[in-house]
């Protein structure tokens, strides 16, 4: 996962981590882990910060998909 991109997307989106994860109806603690890369996104979780944060197929390649 591309830390940096996300920070980007969430920026632009204008929108907390805690809401991100209260959409996401996950705990913070699992928020962070998930971006720390402790634990992976699931696919409804990507297909819903797709929606939450307006990004393109390419940009959430390009967040969650590269090395």
């Not at 981590?17 to 699992?30: F, S």
């Not at 939450?52 to 967040?63: F, M, N, P, T, Y």
Request: net charge neutral; no cysteine; aromatic share 8%.
């Amino acid at each position: 996962m591309n830390q940096t991109e996300f920070k980007v997307a969430q920026i632009r989106a204008n929108i907390t981590k805690e809401e991100i994860a209260k959409r996401l109806n996950i705990n913070i603690a699992t928020l962070y882990r998930k971006f720390n890369g402790e634990s992976d996104f699931t696919l409804s979780e990507l297909k819903a910060l797709k929606e939450i944060l307006g990004l393109s197929k390419e940009d959430v390649d390009r967040i969650f998909f590269s090395d």
